[in-house]
């Protein structure tokens, strides 16, 4: 069996120049990171005049649906018709890569290389995160050892630290222990780095000076009277910026087509607002005529937060949307077991095809024109795939078969077609909710409007947060809901298409740095677990060569 690492490390990559000449720069505006890896020179500016095409999903199932992959085979399709594309993705996080998702770099003929650098270790973009995290972290609990002179309340502080591999183990800890040589004993507790405010942080500056202003803006606990504190306070944004002075600059590398592609950032949808930075896609938007990019998870996650917070926030306006969904995965919200997937089941697919229409629906309701992207699996049946394009013509969208994994560029070359016909109709963009509403309405405008929630219940205290960071000035920030990807509802069992729920909230947290408020419903954790089985157990490297990763 071909599998997806077989195929990138057959590839010949062309050198990294080559690639960034296709979008007009020369070796001045690139810094070469080895043969087939760079990060964009700074001083690269221009209009930023392309059309922007993102690409979201159906509620994500363990049968797969293949986002990534068809935001490559997009941008590889866009070029095979004749267009100036490129792609603009988030780069991978070691969780999913040794816990049980696997990698971020497409599959099968619609990849970005070099795969095994860009789902590890990379540029160390995600190493200088991590860091930068941490060292506020360290900085902290020094400024207690030494006297507390900003008045830190020690039952107050928000900040945790973080790690960018999934150890439910270390999601409550309690540091200094040892006695008053090893600081001042207190609950703490780690994060994955792609929660961590610093992550959402890079990726929502739009430069050097702007991401030390957002660094200093991060509250990291509270006095006792309630006042907040922030990292400005015990001066620790400028060795932040330090940190981060190289992880700021784009990563620039290649599909197995050549197209270009910038990786960039890698905030999930679930916990964070799970988007590529903005700094990556206004470059590609100056560089290329369309730019193709993804939002995590489903359109209820990704696609939301991407509207709602990234092009608010941005002042970005998408040209065109497209929603991904197997028939596998739309059998799987129909009802069908995993191991019974192989087999036709129309009525299954008619029936889990209510979750494709309720995301279909939901980026209408942006006022952005979309079209259906199935990509398609070998064991599908003509009388399935009939099925899906049935089900979203009565919202006057366009099913599109695609076999881009197969088949790379020119396989999804009628999905760039209708995207280009797309991106010349007239939109109305407009978001969920304006500046002004209150927080809480806001959380409630997502989980009514997206969701179809029929009631939002807050755990005790959280009214009350909200109340007070409107008092402080943050009213008009957007919301950034943390819930499960694998359902509109916070139970993660709860397939299809469910509504008239209702969405607990347990928790809220403010990222003043970021420029959002963050809503925890249900269970949902901001620090993962391993599976029974990690994929972790079937990486290793043999005779100078890496396998098992996917």
Request: hydrophobic share 45%.
């Amino acid at each position: 069996m071909t599998t997806d690492l077989a195929i990138a490390q057959r590839a010949t990559l062309r050198p990294i120049a080559d690639v960034a000449a296709t979008l007009g720069l020369g070796s001045d505006d690139i810094i070469p990171y080895g043969h087939h890896k760079a990060k964009l020179a700074p001083h690269v500016t221009g209009e930023r005049d392309g059309k922007l095409i993102l690409v979201t999903a159906i509620s994500p199932t363990p049968a797969g649906e293949g986002k990534t992959t068809t935001t490559i085979g997009l941008a590889d399709a866009l070029r095979t018709v004749g267009a100036d594309a490129m792609a603009c993705l988030r780069e991978p996080s070691l969780g999913p890569c040794f816990g049980v998702k696997g990698g971020a770099t497409g599959g099968g003929y619609a990849q970005v290389l070099p795969m095994e650098d860009i789902n590890l270790h990379f540029t160390g973009d995600f190493h200088a995160i991590t860091s930068a995290h941490n060292l506020l972290s360290a900085m902290i609990d020094n400024h207690l050892h030494w006297g507390n002179a900003v008045g830190l309340d020690v039952g107050r502080i928000a900040w945790r630290r973080v790690l960018d591999m999934n150890d439910r183990a270390l999601r409550d800890i309690v540091v200094g222990l040892g006695g008053r040589k090893n600081g001042v004993t207190r609950e703490a507790g780690f994060d994955i780095t792609v929660a961590s405010e610093v992550m959402a942080i890079l990726c929502l500056a739009t430069g050097v000076e702007d991401l030390k202003a957002r660094l200093s803006r991060i509250v990291v606990g509270e006095r006792a009277d309630g006042t907040l504190v922030r990292a400005a306070d015990i001066d620790a944004s400028g060795a932040m910026t330090a940190l981060l002075a190289e992880a700021i600059r784009p990563n620039i590398v290649q599909t197995l087509e050549g197209t270009p592609v910038f990786i960039h950032g890698g905030p999930f949808a679930n916990i964070a607002h799970g988007c590529n930075s903005v700094i990556a896609t206004n470059a590609a938007l100056r560089l290329a005529d369309y730019v193709v990019t993804e939002a995590g998870f489903g359109a209820d996650l990704g696609a939301e937060k991407f509207f709602n917070i990234k092009c608010r926030k941005a002042g970005l306006v998408p040209s065109a949307a497209v929603v991904v969904a197997t028939v596998r995965a739309l059998k799987m919200h129909g009802g069908v077991p995993r191991g019974e997937l192989g087999s036709e089941n129309v009525a299954a697919v008619r029936a889990g095809a209510a979750n494709l229409l309720r995301h279909v629906e939901n980026v209408q309701r942006f006022g952005v024109p979309v079209t259906v992207a199935i990509n398609r699996f070998t064991a599908d049946t003509e009388a399935e795939l009939a099925a899906v394009a049935e089900a979203v013509s009565g919202l006057g969208v366009k099913a599109i078969l695609c076999e881009h994994w197969a088949k790379g560029g020119e396989g999804a070359a009628d999905l760039a077609r209708e995207v280009l016909r797309l991106t010349e109709s007239e939109g109305q963009f407009h978001f969920t909710y304006p500046d002004a509403l209150p927080l809480w309405d806001k959380i409630e405008a997502v989980a009514k409007s997206i969701y179809r929630a029929g009631e939002v219940a807050a755990a005790p205290g959280v009214r009350a947060k909200l109340d007070a960071w409107e008092a402080a000035g943050f009213g008009e920030l957007p919301v950034c809901m943390a819930k499960t990807q694998s359902s509109f509802s916070a139970d993660p069992t709860r397939l299809g298409a469910p509504e008239n729920f209702t969405l607990p909230i347990r928790d809220v947290r403010l990222s003043a740095g970021a420029g959002f408020v963050v809503a925890l419903t249900g269970e949902l954790m901001t620090m993962p677990g391993l599976p029974r089985h990690p994929a972790a157990e079937r990486i290793d490297v043999v005779d100078g060569r890496i396998e098992g990763l996917f």
